[in-house]
Nanobody
Framework: QVQLVESGGGLVQAGGSLRLSCAGSGRTFSASSMAWFRQAPGKEREYVAGINYSGGATRYGDSVKGRFTISRDNAKNTVFLQMNSLKVEDTAVYYC?????????????????WGQGTQVTVSS
């Protein structure tokens, strides 16, 4: 079993940057593919970025390509999401998710473990 705790959310002006962290516990963290999703009020949960178990492969949702970077440090059981050039439409609750067999999936149901979410608000 893996438990995930996100941090780093907050309020930032458009054009600014934030770095989200997701701290994991459990022996299977380093074997798990990890991803970030986000959900804005009234909208479906959206895939943001994913990274495989080793960190050697990543993928991004179309709306964040070139602006966001996902990375991980397995020695510290932590996944990061560096968000640059933030836009108002990036405002959402951001969730960290993981799953051993979830690599490359953009579907929330394919992920086994979820954090509680962290709010990101981008003002104009």
């Amino acid at each position: 079993q893996v438990q995930l705790v996100e941090s780093g959310g907050g309020l930032v002006q458009a054009g600014g940057s934030l770095r989200l962290s997701c701290a994991g516990s459990g022996r299977t963290f380093s074997a798990s593919s990890m991803a970030w999703f986000r959900q804005a009020p009234g909208k479906e949960r959206e895939y943001v970025a994913g990274i495989n178990y080793s960190g050697g492969a990543t993928r991004y949702g179309d709306s964040v390509k070139g602006r966001f970077t996902i990375s991980r440090d397995n020695a510290k059981n932590t996944v990061f999401l560096q968000m640059n050039s933030l836009k108002v439409e990036d405002t959402a609750v951001y969730y960290c998710a993981g799953g051993i067999l979830a690599w490359s999936s953009q579907t929330p149901r394919d992920y086994t473990y979820w954090g509680q979410g962290t709010q990101v608000t981008v003002s104009s």
